[in-house]
């Protein structure tokens, strides 16, 4: 519950922030120091650099996860591609959803949006559904991007 508290307070006072200081802020949280935008020397500040620069819709490509996947395919095979067995806006109907376990579930769109479901107690579709809606309801700030990949 305090973590729930600490996590809304943290993105209320990201949304009120300049791209410039979300990403400057979001690197502190996960590196415990500023990155150098205007001269950036490692990698991880190249990108915070590159994250408030114009977008480049080539990027678009490797960020979603099935544009990059049909990609990768053309290039090195589908032998080296996990299957999509499903993709679309919303789940498709309780009884269309007999995809052989183990798999996961993933938002298209964002980071960090996955289920897997390893066994058949894993799969509770009420929770499952209410999940992947918030997922989709995701405001992701205008620096990460993904305003650029389709949820589907």
Known sequence: MFRDLIKKLYEAVLAVLSDRQQVMLSFLKSHGSFPDIDHPKTFSHHLCKIKLEPVDKAFVAFSDKILAKENVSKIIGDAYVTPTLWHGSTLPPVHERNWPIPYV???????????????????????????????????????LNEKMVQPD
């Open 105 to 143: 579930i993933k938002a298209n769109h964002g980071s960090n949006q996955n289920l897997f479901i390893r066994n058949d107690s894993d799969i509770m579709w009420g929770e499952i559904d209410e999940t992947t809606e918030q997922w989709l309801a995701t405001e992701w700030p205008t620096w």
